[in-house]
Structure formats: C-alpha cells, structure tokens
C-alpha cells in the first residue's frame, strides 16, 4: 500500500541547516510528484515545493532562496534542505504525493522540527 | 502567486445541520488543459490532512458522499450536508493548477 514517512532531527539550531527524508512505498517516484508542506504550532498549512515525476522542481517564492529538494529513485527517497533557520521555522514537516489529478490523496505522519535559538 | 481567500474562518453547527465554506481565489484556477486543480483536506485534531474533493467537485474514495465541491473559475464552495461529529476539523481549500500552490487559511468546523 502507499504510504509516506518524513524522518530527520527534531532538533536544529538557528542558523543552520535542516536536512529531512521522506521515504516512499507502494509507488514510484517516476511517477508521481511528492510535495513537502509545514505547518507551524497552531498555525496552517504552508506548501513549500513540490519534486515533480520528471525531478523538476517549484518552490514557495518566500522560501526560494533557502529551500531545495531533489530525490534518489532508486531509494524511493525525497530530500529537504533549507538553510538559515530561524525559530519561525518551527513546525510539522509533512510530505504528501500528488496524482494528475489530486493534490494530497496520501501522506506522511509529520516530523515535528524545532528550532532552537 | 496566487491568494486563497477562505470564509468563515470558524464555523459551528449541530450534528444534522448543513453547512458550506468558501473559496475564493485571487486568479482563475482553470488550468489550459481545460482541467481546474481546486482540492478540499480535512485535518483533523492531531492528524494529519486528508484529502476529501479533487478537481473542484470529485471526491475522494471513501469519502462520505455528504461532501460536495461546487464552483469554477474564482469561487469554489464546499458543502456538508448533515454534519456528524467526525467531521470536526480545520478545512483547506488547496490549488494545484498555478505553481507555486497555495493553501486557504482554513475554516476551523466545531459541533455545537
């Protein structure tokens, strides 16, 4: 069955970089897109970027300058980095995957990142 | 990039009752391949989202059919037609057609 799971440190340090996987089952990278989406404590959800089925790539114009993800498909793996961390970036990181048709059919539980000044 | 406007922000209602949230989008969500990428998730207390509606009115399997999407265009609304308890949550209007995507700010359901 499809399933998601984002995996890296709970804990950052301003300044720094964050580096999170999301590792994929049940489908291939190939062929589907895989969104990254945060949400921080009691706020709303925030879309960063999106990896697409051909490894191009599009990014929140707020966090373009910080934010990158690529993949290895050959280890159904999706990879997060953003640099410059502040504790504003404090949140649930999720990953989700898209369809042609549908944005979110299925997603990771969340990794909760907290950034610490 | 493009602005989702989503009203209420907060909306109570008994268990039975009908209720609808808007969506309104700052450009057209028609995509050139004639499809509109409008998506309606639920998340509820401690979960994570689930997606309910795709392509503005069809909904996702497994989905009770009290959910309906409507809308083209700008303006998009969900409906529930007779609240039960479960469907307590926050409710995000998604566009997927103009990347960057975009979320609404959410419309918080409780039962009264």
Redesign the interface.
Known sequence: QVQLKESGPVLVQASETLSLTCTVSGFSLTNYGV?W?RQPPGK????M??IWRNGNT????ALKSRLSINRDTSKSQVFLKMNSLQTDDTAIY?C?R?TI?????Y????VMVTVSS | DVVLTQTPPTLSATIGQSVSISCRSSQSLLHSNGNTYLNWLLQRPGQPPQLLIYLVSRLESGVPNRFSGSGSGTDFTLKISGVEAEDLGVYYCVQSTHAPFTFGSGTKLEIK
């Open positions: 969104i989406v709303g959800l925030e879309w970027g999106i599009d990014y929140n114009s999720y989700t898209i048709a549908a944005m979110g059919d997603w990771g539980q969340g």
